[in-house]
């Protein structure tokens, strides 16, 4: 993962941590935090202080298509190629729900802005 600022595309930092090609990253957090969305079954959440890795979603037994945050910073969503939409625990990283299971190639998921609703796109135009 590259980042620059948008202003002079001055290069800022590149993260390492993923073992496989990177599919999404989005802010969070009112830009204190950056979460990547990978290959390699896993979803990374970065401090925007220092570029460091702050801790590693696992759970996913397939690709990690798309990650994001809750409005307030308290939630992730994910999606992944296994089928599922999964949420996890911003503080601690661990995985407290798990909304679908049979997803057919899950792409994209996020959450309403006041947190309460989760939408998910899959491959089956659903």
């Known amino acids: 993962v590259r980042l620059w600022w ?3 595309g001055e290069g800022i930092a590149c993260l390492r941590g993923h073992r496989a090609q990177v599919n999404s990253v ?3 957090l009112g830009n204190r935090a950056l ?3 990978a290959n390699d079954g ?7 202080i220092g570029w460091e890795r702050e801790k590693t979603l696992v759970g996913h037994t397939g690709t990690v ?8 910073g308290q ?4 999606a992944s190629d296994d089928g599922s939409i999964r949420l996890w625990n911003a503080e601690d990283g661990k995985c407290t729900r798990i909304l679908a299971a049979d997803l057919p190639r899950p792409r994209a ?3 309403s802005p006041d947190g309460c609703l989760v ?4 491959g089956s135009r659903t």
């Open 6 to 8: 948008a202003e002079d």
């Open 119 to 122: 939408a998910a796109a899959a």
């Open 65 to 72: 298509r798309c990650a994001a945050f809750d409005a307030k």
């Open 35 to 37: 979460v990547s969305a």
């Open 75 to 78: 939630q992730l969503v994910t």
């Open 42 to 48: 896993t979803a990374q959440v970065w401090c925007a």
């Open 109 to 111: 998921a996020a959450f």
């Open 26 to 28: 989005v802010f969070g």
